[in-house]
């Protein structure tokens, strides 16, 4: 009989999904360039540290400050500074600084604070999502409830009261991220397993026997998981949106601290003498959003539509 | 108590609340509505009927994936329909089930030797990870596949194969009994006798009882020693397979036998016999379930019939035996 | 040689497929769906299609109806409905043509009548789609009614002045929207009784919900024969249907063929179906037409090995035993075998098998087979 068997397709399989990413990839630009620029924003925060000295963000310079010396470029301003010495690609801050050294610092810091953001609603979600959905009832009643009493206050009031409550650092930051964004993965999370737990074979390790943390943990929660993580992929870019927008409006832990936000908040109170310095953080932020987007984007549509095919 | 029945059910019913327009009178649908039928050991029962008449329900119900909401079911001498967690999972370990979609019933992310040798762990049947690999070995050989098939994952493998594979699976746990659910509906029909000698095979070399629900008689015939025909949630007629088809009585056995396509162009015959649909399962039917259909309805059959044994081992739900019943003639002539 | 009469090309074939080869373009590869199949249909004639999953029946109707999926390349060969070769068609008479001269049943009819559309406005959007087409038809069934309505007595004012505008109609091939609507309405409800839907007024009003299955199959049909279509394409239609409604179905189709007077072509996998209602059949494996015959013929004296394997293994409900089984399973077609695509698991396959696919011969008179041992 198995002589007569056609031999499975070498293609098949975990294979596949990868065969499928490259050819999707060959076909789709605008997610190869989010794949790069996603890559780019990673590596560049692993090596943030030799590019530029940590300690730099704690000098001031006030002779420097607000300065622009690049003879390639120019802004349309009147009353410009203009400073000595060493050229500044993209001029100075508010404090003296090498605007190109701050945003090159500042990226590790944004990028961590969302990826432990992702990572911790990741887990919440992943947790409460899938008890909710598999005990149903009570349990069920309960984390819904609680979860739309979240959905309900605007994020920002949410975040800015924990903060002031909390006191002002990157923790409490973090923390606050953290709460506003939970919600949606627990949503997620519990309607992929209510879908996955009416299939055929978990009812057929119900009928062998298996307890309900068996097949929880080790069946369902693996398969229902996929879109859990394409959308963390997705959000890290809105996470550091949303981190720099509180900082922004004012919530940092230290007006010095490399951040894209506390940076585009020095950028808006210097618009008319400075432009870059809104400009430059600005593009940083819209850039990396929009690369960890495309590429959340890229991953969803090859675990999506298999169907499609 | 019969000695000889591993299974057996009293009056089993399975009735699902269904709210019937916006002030929620509160109606049932009778997916099962009083089965009562004994399994012997070693026997293959066949369970037949259409959509809608409950076999689906009954192999599901027994097995406890679903939960009666009456009567009582019996397995190897004991009363299972209340048993839960320590209490039933030996119970499980004796009964097993075979799925229709072989193509949904495994876990896609569980590579093959995962999925034969899970069960054995859930319930302490391996002392050692090589006892364990070698059982596995042991069952994916026995059933027509080969040792490098373990280590692979289901969506390499045909339907066919996947059936197979969950047959192993079943029996990894040495079960008495066993429940195919259509086993082989969803396969072609060049790969159908493969699986269902296969399972006859198995039958005779483990000593296992099964119960084959299918809808289609062809099937049926060829596998079972016993036949339970169903309609509406109840069994209409039951039978030796031979008798059942060489002498039906229930006017929806004929009905049913009679619409069955015979692949042999030299035999065509004038099918269609039953006219409407199935009648909705909702509600009490105080008369016959069948009457709306029958062709031999009379008044008689305004009230439900009893079960009656009209030769032996040989038993109809009717008030006639169509064929021979002089009461029935008469009244037939009589017909309102 | 015998090639052109298993393709057909006399006058009376309304269906003639030739030499057609089709494959899809997937991210996992090619698959070659069709490997050069030819068969033909006659007028009035039923010829049934049977095949197993992946053979490329169900393929074979999509490219007659030019319903093909955007991936899909036919690489070679003709679809010629009565004279017009329908893969050269340009879209809009493409869609003229599946409006009135093929006509498609499918399996499953709750995902092909929408949902949130009444039965009646379903079937009065096929004549609203292009009135020029079904002017004769209709108008010609209302004068039919009013004849019957008018039978005996004389024709009051008002059924005379009817009249008059109908015939007006048909001169000048136009109707009014009103007018069509109404006619439509008409002609659907007797096609509705006429494939025995019980009160047809009531179901021309109904949702797709509140039908049944085999209801919802004949609702199919009705719209099917609206078009009085000269090519029906019937795929696996009792396939998700009970046995007993399965019976109904096909015992209408045996009453509607006179009437219809169309050709039709069944699709199905199972052999007692083809038995009971086919003309002719067509066996298909893997992409391949391997034996055509009539229906006797193919059963008495099966030629192919897959046929008589085919045949072996049909369970059958006068039989006891347990049938036969082929060795082995359908071969997945991104990686088709050499040759004929049957040999790995033909008992006879022999040495010329693997490497030269064979042709479509009339082995005996009527009775084309693709296989080595006959030849070809």
């Known amino acids: 009989m198995s002589q007569t068997e056609n031999p499975p397709a070498k293609i098949r399989g975990q294979h596949s999904d990868f065969r499928y990413a490259l050819h999707l990839l060959r076909q789709n630009p605008i997610v190869m360039a989010g794949l790069v620029i996603s890559v780019a924003t990673v590596l560049l925060a692993l090596f943030s540290n030799v590019l530029v000295n940590g300690a730099y963000w704690h000098q001031q310079n006030l002779n420097l400050r607000l300065c622009w010396n690049n003879p390639d470029f120019g802004w349309p301003v009147t009353n410009m500074f203009n400073c000595g010495g060493s050229v500044y690609p993209i001029g100075t801050d508010a404090y003296g600084r090498n605007l190109l050294d701050m945003i090159v610092l500042a990226i590790p810091i944004d990028l961590q604070i969302a990826l432990e953001v992702v990572a911790s609603a990741v887990v919440i979600g992943v947790v409460f999502g899938s008890l ?63 879908g996955e737990k009416e299939k055929l074979y978990v009812e057929r390790l119900r009928m062998v026997g298996a ?99 | 108590m019969d000695k000889q029945a591993i299974l057996e059910t009293t009056d089993l019913s399975k009735w699902y609340p269904v709210r019937k327009g916006r002030f929620s009178e509160k109606a049932y649908l009778r997916a099962l509505d009083g089965v009562t039928l004994s399994i012997q050991k070693g026997e293959t029962f066949g369970l037949v009927g259409e959509s809608g008449c409950g076999k689906t329900t009954f192999g599901r119900t027994i097995m406890r994936l679903i939960e009666p909401s009456g009567g009582s079911m019996f397995f190897d001498g004991e009363e299972i329909s209340k048993l839960r967690g320590r209490r039933l999972k030996p119970v499980r370990r004796k009964m097993q089930m075979v799925f229709q979609d072989p193509y949904a019933s495994l876990d896609p992310r569980q590579s093959i030797r995962s999925t034969l040798i899970e069960p054995m762990r859930i319930h302490n049947l391996v002392s050692s990870k090589a006892e364990a690999e070698r059982l596995a070995e042991d069952l994916i050989k026995r059933v027509g596949l080969n040792q490098d098939h373990l280590s692979r994952f289901p969506h390499e493998f045909s339907g066919g194969q996947r059936q197979r594979i969950t047959i ?105 016999v039953l006219q409407g649909d199935v009648p909705s399962a909702v509600g009490i039917h105080a008369d016959c379930r069948f009457r709306s259909r029958c062709a031999f309805a009379t008044k008689k059959c305004e009230v439900s019939p009893p079960l009656v044994e009209v030769e032996k081992d040989h038993w109809i739900e009717c008030h006639y035996d169509i064929d021979f019943d002089s009461q029935a003639q008469r009244d037939l002539g009589q017909r309102t | ?300 004296n099966p030629l192919h090995p897959y046929t008589k394997g085919l045949l072996a293994s049909v369970p059958r409900a006068d039989v006891d035993k347990i049938p036969d089984s082929i060795e082995g399973s359908v071969p997945d077609l991104l990686f088709p075998p050499g040759g004929c695509r049957f040999n790995p698991r033909c008992p006879k396959a022999f040495d010329v098998c693997p490497s030269k696919k064979p042709s479509l011969i009339e082995a005996v008179p009527n009775h084309y087979v693709s296989c080595f041992l006959y030849g070809g």
């Open chain 1, 132 to 194: 909710a959905a598999y005990m149903g009832g009570l349990v069920d009643e309960i984390i819904l409830r609680i979860t739309d009493i979240f959905l309900a206050v605007p994020w920002i009031l949410l975040a800015i009261v924990l903060i002031v409550v909390l006191g002002r650092s990157l923790t409490t930051l973090t923390v606050a991220v953290i709460i506003t964004w939970w919600p949606w993965y627990v949503r997620l999370m519990r309607s992929q397993v209510i």
């Open chain 2, 168 to 272: 192993a699976a079943a029996l990894a746990v040495k079960p008495v009994f066993m429940v195919l659910d259509e086993p082989t509906s969803s396969l072609d029909v060049s790969v159908q006798a493969q699986i269902l000698r296969l399972l006859h095979d198995l039958q005779k070399e483990f000593g296992l009882t099964y119960l084959f629900i299918s809808h289609n008689m062809a099937v049926i015939r060829q596998v079972c020693d016993r036949i339970a025909v169903m309609y509406l949630g109840r069994v209409v007629e039951l039978a030796g397979t031979k008798t059942l088809f060489q002498n039906p009585k229930h006017p929806y056995t004929k009905a049913l036998l009679a619409s069955v396509p015979i692949p042999d162009p030299s035999r065509r015959k004038e099918l269609a």
């Open chain 3, 1 to 300: 040689m015998s090639q052109s009469h298993a393709q057909g090309g006399g006058n009376e074939d309304v269906l003639s497929i030739r030499e057609l080869k089709l494959k899809f373009h997937t991210y996992a590869g090619e698959v070659s769906a069709l490997d050069g199949i030819s068969l033909s249909i006659k007028k009035g004639e039923l010829l049934g299609l049977v095949g197993e999953s992946g053979c490329g029946k169900s393929v074979t109707a999509l490219a007659i109806a030019g319903l093909l999926p955007q991936n899909a390349e036919i690489t070679n060969g003709d679809v010629i409905l009565d004279g017009k070769n329908m893969l050269t068609l340009e879209p809009e008479e493409m869609r003229l043509a599946r409006l009135k001269d093929i006509a498609m049943i499918f399996q499953d009819p709750m995902t092909y009548l929408n949902p949130v559309f009444t039965i009646g406005s379903q079937m009065v959007e096929i004549t609203q789609a292009e009135p020029k087409l079904f002017v004769s038809t209709l108008v010609a069934h209302r004068l039919r009614q009013i004849d019957k309505e008018a039978k005996g007595g004389e024709q009051g004012p008002k059924l005379l002045a009817e009249r008059e505008n109908l015939a007006e109609s048909l001169r000048t091939q136009r109707l009014g929207r009103r007018e069509l609507n109404e006619l439509t309405k008409s002609y659907s409800i007797s096609l509705l009784r006429s494939v025995r839907l019980p009160e047809p007024e009531k179901v021309f009003e109904m949702y797709p919900f509140e039908l049944s299955g085999g209801m919802r199959q004949r609702v199919m049909i009705a719209m099917a024969m609206m078009r009085r279509p000269k090519l029906l394409l019937a795929d696996e239609i009792t396939t998700a249907l009970d046995v007993t409604v399965q019976a109904q179905i096909l015992h209408l189709m045996k009453e509607l063929r006179s009437e219809i007077n169309s050709s039709v072509l069944l699709i199905t996998h199972d052999l007692a179906i083809v038995s009971e209602v086919c003309d002719r059949v067509a066996v298909m494996y893997a992409g391949n037409i391997v034996e055509i015959a009539d229906v006797q013929e193919l059963f008495r």
């Open chain 1, 211 to 309: 307890g309900w943390p068996r097949i929880l943990f080790r069946h369902i929660i693996p398969n229902s998981i996929y879109p859990i993580l394409v959308q963390s992929t997705l959000d890290i870019g809105s996470v550091i949106l949303t981190v720099s927008a509180l900082t922004f409006i004012g919530l940092t832990p230290n007006p010095l601290l490399p951040e894209l936000g506390n940076l585009s908040n020095q950028g808006i109170q210097y618009f008319f003498t400075a432009p870059w310095l809104i400009t430059f953080p600005g593009l940083t932020i819209l850039i990396i959003s929009l690369g960890f987007n495309l590429l959340g984007d890229g991953i969803r549509d090859i675990f999506d539509p298999r169907l499609r095919r």
